[in-house]
């Protein structure tokens, strides 16, 4: 039976490899057989001060991103968070059904604000919002990576929450769906962290849009270890089962596979084959990414897809106002 999904990405810079693997390529898979709405979440990216012209460009971008990975604005909606005005009313609504301790206990919250004082009030309510998006279009699949795994546990929490207060039929709780291989992929240069837009060092991560030289140096240059075994073992072995991991998820192979394929091969083989794997997946991407930026053709999928989405979340709306007893 066809579900509906949700998901969302940030409209910053720099989608990697981690956020293809993790989460676009499910919204592809997804989208055959459910009935998808694919978000650019600009509300979520202002809970660290951004440039504004660069948020707008970045807008535009994670949405031809969407576009040249196979969402297809056909099948599926893509729009913008804040051309939907029920994201923020229902997460304040939200807000006033959660606790400040089960927030208080997010670890994305605890690595981002480092306990500061002053570390934005936006950046402690941030998985509220991100419960609201997801309530508000009645969504039954949530595809992520698995660091997104903590708020979606609060979501259901929360909606469960709701619903016994107000109602069983307030809220749909929705599920997770976080990939096998590629749930969570790490830093080429430290293993031990995951692959992230943010980190300073551009080698530590393989972004979409990246050329040829920049994919090569950042493969041959990952950290590995010295014992020279070609195995998969995340905890002794971190950095080559993060290379088998993502070789893997490209290439839809198992590790195990992999494994006994470079059985007795070279640290050097595995990277010159990933990088000959990752050039392949991602060359057309690039050139798909240049027609549709310049086709001009985005703003008109955007408003679209923001008028589509924007009817489903005043269902959803009226329904809340209306269990809550708000307005009249
Ligand atoms: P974000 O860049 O934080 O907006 O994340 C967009 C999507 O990519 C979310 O579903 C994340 O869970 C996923 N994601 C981000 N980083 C990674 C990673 N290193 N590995 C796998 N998935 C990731
Ligand atoms: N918090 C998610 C991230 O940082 C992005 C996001 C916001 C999201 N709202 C969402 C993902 C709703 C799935 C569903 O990656």
Redesign the pocket.
């Known amino acids: 039976m066809s579900k509906r999904v949700f998901?969302g990405?940030?409209p910053t810079g720099n989608i990697h490899m981690?956020?293809y693997?993790?989460?676009l390529k499910q919204f592809v898979q997804l989208q055959r057989d459910n009935e998808c709405v694919y978000c650019i979440v600009d509300l979520h990216a202002i809970t660290v001060p951004k440039d504004p012209k660069e948020l707008r460009e970045n807008i535009l971008n994670v949405a031809a991103l969407y576009m040249v990975v196979g969402v297809d604005p056909a099948k599926s909606t893509i729009f913008i968070q804040s051309d939907v005005s029920g994201h923020a009313e229902l997460a304040w609504i939200l807000m006033c059904n959660s606790y400040t301790g089960e927030l208080s206990r997010m670890t994305q919250f605890k690595d981002k604000s480092r306990a500061s004082e002053s570390a934005p009030t936006g950046l402690f309510a941030y998985p509220i919002l991100m419960a609201a998006d997801i309530l508000l279009y009645d969504t039954d699949i949530v595809p992520?990576?698995s660091?997104?795994k903590q708020h979606i546990e609060l979501t259901r929490d929360v909606a469960i929450r709701v619903n016994n207060k107000y109602g069983d039929d307030t809220f749909v709780v929705p599920e997770g769906r976080f990939l096998k291989e590629?749930?969570?992929?790490m830093s080429l240069d430290d293993p031990t962290a995951?692959?992230?837009?943010s980190a300073e060092n551009e080698l530590s991560r393989i972004s979409l849009l990246d050329d040829e030289a920049k994919i090569k140096k950042a493969i041959m240059r990952a950290t590995t270890d010295s014992d020279g075994e070609i195995r998969y073992d995340p905890e002794n072995k971190p950095g080559v089962s993060n290379l088998l991991t993502i070789y893997g998820a490209l290439v839809d192979t198992p590790v195990a596979e992999l494994e006994r394929k470079y059985a007795g091969q070279g640290y050097g083989t595995l990277k010159k084959d990933l990088v000959e794997v990752t050039v392949q997946t991602l060359r057309p991407l690039r050139e798909r990414y240049t027609e549709i930026r310049a086709s001009g053709e985005l703003e008109r999928i955007l408003a679209d897809g923001a008028e589509r989405a924007g009817s489903q979340a005043e269902i959803v709306m009226k329904r809340v106002k209306e269990k809550f007893g708000l307005g009249l």
């Not at 590629?182 to 992929?185: D, L, S």
């Not at 995951?194 to 837009?197: A, E, I, Q």
Request: charged fraction near 20%.
């Open positions: 998901s990405v940030q981690g956020n693997l993790g989460a992520v990576g660091d997104q590629g749930a969570r992929i995951k692959m992230s837009k």
